[in-house]
Structure formats: structure tokens, C-alpha cells
């Protein structure tokens, strides 16, 4: 059985300052609310309409620490992620939530925005990402990485390059 696709990019603006909170265990967890626009044009009228979505993003650990650092209500954001959805029960009611669990979040926008740091967030599995991002207030780059992702290999392709030659290859 093949697997599915649990994929979320969202560039969008911050509707209000993050809610930045530390576990029992010691985790920093920043929780942002973002709305993206999106317009359109209404067959019946002819305007052009607006709808605004909100979302509920999750951040964890150092990226969590750096959304509080430089994140402010009204600055754009750019966030890759996956869904998820949460159950519990307040008052005998049973709740359900949908968020957005943040595995990239870029700080979008320049100085005068509160800085363009890029930030990514840490992911068990996460390809080499070069991306750029303009100078954050301090006039630091910085990127939030996990402590437990081993170094990348300085030649990730090598094992693949030994005994193979250029007549080897049938184009």
C-alpha cells in the first residue's frame, strides 16, 4: 500500500503576536494564527470578492524560541508543514482541532517588517535546504536545526559513483 501525501505551504500574515509556552518537560512550543487571502471573481456579480482563512500553526523547539524572538502580529510567514488533528474533551464535550504542524517556517519581509530571518523548524527527516533570507533585526542569519539530526555526509552521492563508468550508462 502506497503512502499518502500530508503536505501544507502557506504564506500568509499573523493575526495576532505568537503564544510562545515551555512544556513540563522542558519543550519551547509557539503556537501562531495566520490568515491567508485569497480573491476571486464572482460569476453572479462580476466583483471581485475576498475570503480570508484562518489557520492554527504548531511550532516546537529552537524555531519555537526564534518566532517569539522576532514574530509580531502583521508580519508575512511562510510555512511548510503537515496536518493534524487533535481530540479531547472540556465540560463532557467532546473537541476537535485541525493545526498545522510546522516543519519550515521563513520569516518573510525586511528590517522595517521586524527582520527577514529564516528559520527552519526541526523534522526527523528534512532534505538540504539552501534557501536565502534577508538579515533578521540583529542583522544575524539564523536557523533553528535539530540537535539530534546527524551531520550530512560531504558527498551523499559517492557510494553510488564507485565502478561506474560513462559507457556503463545506455544513454
Not at 456579480?45 to 489557520?55: A, F, L, P
Amino acid at each position: 500500500m502506497a503512502e499518502g501525501i500530508n503536505k501544507v505551504i502557506l504564506i500568509g500574515t499573523l493575526g495576532f503576536d505568537p503564544d510562545h509556552r515551555v512544556t513540563s518537560s522542558g519543550q519551547a512550543v509557539a503556537t501562531l494564527r495566520m490568515v491567508t487571502n485569497e480573491t476571486y471573481n464572482d460569476r453572479a456579480t462580476g466583483q471581485r470578492k475576498e475570503v480570508s482563512e484562518w489557520h492554527r500553526v504548531v511550532v516546537w523547539g529552537k524555531t519555537a524560541d526564534l518566532v517569539k524572538q522576532y514574530l509580531r502580529k502583521g508580519r508575512q510567514v511562510y510555512v511548510e508543514g503537515k496536518l493534524r488533528t487533535r481530540e479531547w474533551e472540556k465540560d463532557g464535550q467532546k473537541r476537535t482541532t485541525t493545526e498545522v504542524m510546522a516543519q519550515r517556517v521563513i520569516f518573510l519581509g525586511g528590517r522595517g517588517e521586524g527582520g527577514g530571518a529564516r528559520s527552519e523548524a526541526p523534522r526527523e527527516e528534512r532534505p538540504a535546504y539552501h534557501g536565502t533570507g534577508g538579515d533578521a533585526a540583529a542583522g544575524a542569519r539564523r536557523e533553528a536545526t535539530s540537535d539530534s539530526e546527524p551531520p550530512a555526509p560531504p558527498d551523499a552521492f559517492k557510494e553510488f559513483s564507485d565502478g561506474v563508468d560513462d559507457d556503463d550508462v545506455p544513454f
